[in-house]
């Protein structure tokens, strides 16, 4: 008897991740900026994909995400879009596409849509993006946010620091997440904040929470793959945990091949054509 054919695997889309508010089943979303990375998360089971202005600390070396421009973003969407087969990939506003007006914003958007292939953009603010936010969702481009600490609001925040810690911040990031989840979002990101502000905002609004550094309660997680699969041993983040230590293990492959080089043990015979 013959097999029957496998069926692929069910696109992971925004209407299906957000039925899954209140549902118990938890998102589980990365970082990737390029084909390998993102195709080794897709292949995982990894559910969102997430082209990430960080980008512009661990592929380019800034000391924030706020150099990153919208054709890089594009260009590190599409290249990450070829990877991916399964996953919901979500590609990040750059500082400045959206800031100045909806209309920026909407054709930043439609960029990241058309030419990079996303299936949803990151916004990352709360009330002032809010009319934005419900503009791309009445043009049918699923929106994510993201509140707490955002990243391109660094130097307002003195550095990268932990927000929510007082009541002024709480009460904003409150209301962030409610004018997010209004505005039509199916989604946002919490970032580092205090977990059980992260629970509250969790049970109080309808759009799914992707916590980093905001705790267990959030209907799921994100993080920089760098972090996650220890890239860079020098660095790991209170809030990252390590799953691998590939900084190392490449470490070791280029001193065990520059080792070969020098010692004439590379290429073999069996490497080399007659
Ligand atoms: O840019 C990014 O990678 C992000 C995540 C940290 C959520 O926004």
């Not at 409610?178 to 977990?195: F, L, T």
């Not at 993080?223 to 041993?233: E, F, K, N, Q, T």
């Amino acid at each position: 008897m013959s097999e029957a054919p496998s069926q692929p695997p069910a696109k992971v889309t925004a209407v299906a991740l957000a039925s899954r508010k209140g549902a118990g089943e938890r998102v589980v979303a990365v970082t990737a900026y390029d084909v390998t990375f993102a195709r080794l998360a897709d292949q995982a089971g990894v559910d969102v994909v997430l082209v990430g202005d960080s980008l512009g600390m661990v592929i380019q070396g800034h000391s924030s995400t706020l150099p990153v421009t919208l054709d890089e973003m594009v260009y590190h969407c599409r290249a990450a879009s070829r990877g991916v087969a399964r996953a919901h990939l979500v590609a990040d506003m750059p500082f400045m596409s959206y800031q100045a007006s909806v209309e920026d914003g909407m054709r930043a958007a439609g960029r990241l849509i058309k030419e990079g292939g996303a299936h949803a953009v990151k916004v990352e603010g709360g009330v002032d993006a809010a009319p934005l936010i419900q503009r791309l969702v009445a043009a049918g481009v699923p929106v994510m946010g993201h509140v707490g600490m955002t990243p391109q609001s660094v130097h307002a925040f003195g550095g990268f620091k932990v927000q929510g810690r007082t009541s002024s911040q709480r009460e904003k990031i409150l209301a962030d997440a409610r004018a997010v989840a209004d505005a039509g979002a199916y989604a946002m990101v919490i970032e580092s904040v205090p977990r059980k502000l992260a629970a509250e905002i969790t049970l109080g609004v309808p759009a799914l929470t992707i916590g980093i550094g905001a705790g267990a309660a959030c209907d799921g997680q994100v993080l920089v793959m760098h972090d996650l699969l220890g890239l860079d041993p020098a660095w790991k983040p209170r809030f990252a945990r390590r799953y691998g230590k590939l900084g190392e293990a490449a470490q070791a492959a280029f001193s065990a091949y520059a080792a070969d080089v020098r010692d004439g043990r590379f290429p073999s015979d069996d490497e080399s054509f007659e």
